[in-house]
């Protein structure tokens, strides 16, 4: 198993849920935890550690960044005018990896991010390999011509749990997709319930 599988199944243990929806997760037979330890740990979680686990789930959701990298774009959410948890999804919705996993140009959030870094994703006709990259609305993002045959691209399409959220307009055909507005927290298809509004709670205490 590689790394990058390893941490992603680990991460579904830790937080006991299938974060991904992915058929293959470990949660699907087994809800505890990973360690010689995991199935004690079904006790009442208090309110720190309610607002943590809800930080670390959406956290990892995207491809478990770094604390350094989710309290940046945290802060940049209480900045802006309006609900910081609603800001908060939209920033992280618009991050070119997101935003190629979300159009299923690649089957996991991992491999989105591997797949930009690696060059094969064109923004407006130009390349961009920054991951974190942050979409405008009405941006066009495509996979380059030289990766459109690629084996992951092929499989992405394919897969059946997962759709294509609204407001992205997606031509698998041409595999270009258009950001046509940033979306809310309802608007975005996760897996599992995810609570924002927790992880405002969360680092307004600490």
């Known amino acids: ?10 991460i579904d243990r830790r937080m006991g849920e299938n974060i991904w929806g992915r058929p293959k997760s ?8 990973p360690g010689q330890h995991g199935q004690r740990r079904k006790g009442k979680l208090s309110d720190f550690g309610l607002q943590l686990r809800a930080k670390q789930k959406l956290k990892g959701y995207y491809g478990d960044m770094t604390e350094k990298q989710f309290r940046r774009i945290y802060s940049e959410a209480e900045r802006v005018k309006g609900d910081t948890g609603e800001n908060l999804i939209g920033l992280l919705e618009r991050r070119l990896d997101a935003v190629v996993y979300r159009a299923k140009f690649v089957p996991t959030v991992f491999a989105a991010r ?9 923004v407006n006709g130009k390349k961009v390999n920054i991951p974190s990259y942050r979409v405008q609305e009405g941006d066009v993002i495509e996979v380059r011509d ?20 609204d407001y992205l307009d997606v031509d698998h055909s041409k595999l270009t997709a258009t950001f046509t507005r940033t979306p809310g927290l309802s608007d975005v298809p996760y897996p599992v319930i995810m609570e924002p509004n927790l992880v405002v709670e969360f680092y307004a205490k600490n």
């Open 26 to 33: 470990p949660v699907n037979r087994r809800e505890y935890g």
């Open 114 to 122: 591997q797949f930009v870094n690696h060059g094969h994703v064109r």
């Open 1 to 10: 198993m590689t790394k990058r599988t390893s941490a992603k199944y680990k």
């Open 146 to 165: 030289r990766s459109k045959q690629l084996a992951v691209v092929m499989e992405a399409i394919a897969l059946p749990e997962r759709d294509v959220p």
